[in-house]
């Protein structure tokens, strides 16, 4: 039985056709989903991809929060649905409360673009399986919004109960894709829930999955082929 991956698509989504294709190299069968349905149509798993939803009004993933397709996700989220949010999808991860924290500008007041290297601090999420523990990968970055905050007492959970996914490498020049890009505190790039089925992250996995596209490497991949793996083995 092949794994079926829904992508939710919302009006300013753009990169829902990319974490398609994704989804397809690692093997499993990609599902469209649109803001505006009612039911996940019996997906294993969702991935919420970048963009800029609703246009970032108000503020980035607030509007989006509240699309028809959200009230299923969130109901099968807190049931143990493996969700991704990519970029945008984890601004809107953090606005519908599944993910702790929000996003602010990013700290230099502009948008970013550029390979990203980052260390895995978690692998042992439903995404984050086929990496180890302190790897070192590079992963597309592009974002306007991508400074991840939260309170002190919030930040200090996260790393206590190891739910910081990913950090973004500061040693290093920064135009070797060193350096935190946007003000994250504690240099954040990604965080799990509790219970590790939804996984967040500014850094784009599904442009670094191919050799010849983003970076030219495919450290992307093993996002996908874990959830892949999880759920044949389940």
Known sequence: MTARIGVVTFPGSLDDR???????????????LWHKDK???QVDAVVLCGGFSYGDYLRAGAIARFSPVMEPLLEQARAGLPVLGICNGFQILTEAHLLPGTMLRNDHLHFIC????LRVENAQTAWTTDYSAGQEIHIPL???DGQYV???RTLDELEAEG????????RGEAADGYGNPNGSQRDIAGVTNAA???VGLMPHPEHAVEPLIGTGRTDGLPFFTSILKKLVNA
């Open 114 to 117: 550029r390979d990203q290297k």
């Open 196 to 198: 590790g089925n939804v």
């Open 142 to 144: 592009k974002n306007n």
């Open 163 to 170: 739910r910081v996914a990913f950090r973004y490498l500061v």
């Open 39 to 41: 039911d996940l149509k």
């Open 18 to 32: 990319d974490t398609q294709r994704a989804i397809r190299v690692a093997g499993a069968e990609p599902v469209a």
């Open 150 to 152: 939260a309170d002190e």
